[in-house]
Nanobody, 123 residues
Framework: VQLQASGGGLVQAGGSLRLSCAVS????????IAWFRQAPGKEREGVAC????????VYSDSVKGRFTIASDNAKNTVSLQMNSLKPEDTADYYC?????????????????WGKGTQVTVSS
């Protein structure tokens, strides 16, 4: 299983970025694909999760209403559209995956991880 995150960069507060995660090696539609982030000196935080076959989606309270996770089954990719970005969104963002058609407790059970992409939001 391989996951490759891309799309990070530097943006001003209030701006937008779109991250993408390319997934290979697992049954895409029936797996939970999630985004996490980790800021320097802080614990890793689950941001959002999706299962494309049943549209199960979960967001953390810190991003709800600003971020949107979506899947493209034809391309085996999961995107994270990030709007109204804040300096506190600055972090390395990772995508992760686990077999099983549910985002329940996704923060504790992701098994496959990709390398991160850095997001920096300036004030």
């Amino acid at each position: 299983v391989q996951l490759q995150a891309s799309g990070g960069g530097l943006v001003q507060a209030g701006g937008s970025l779109r991250l993408s995660c390319a997934v290979s090696g697992l049954t895409f539609g029936n797996s939970a694909i999630a985004w996490f982030r980790q800021a320097p000196g802080k614990e890793r935080e689950g941001v959002a999760c999706i299962v494309s076959d049943n549209d199960d989606t979960v967001y953390s309270d810190s991003v709800k209403g600003r971020f949107t996770i979506a899947s493209d089954n034809a391309k085996n990719t999961v995107s994270l559209q990030m709007n109204s970005l804040k300096p506190e969104d600055t972090a390395d963002y990772y995508c992760a995956a686990e077999y099983g058609p549910s985002c329940s407790d996704y923060g504790d059970r992701m098994y496959y991880w990709g390398k991160g992409t850095q997001v920096t939001v300036s004030s």
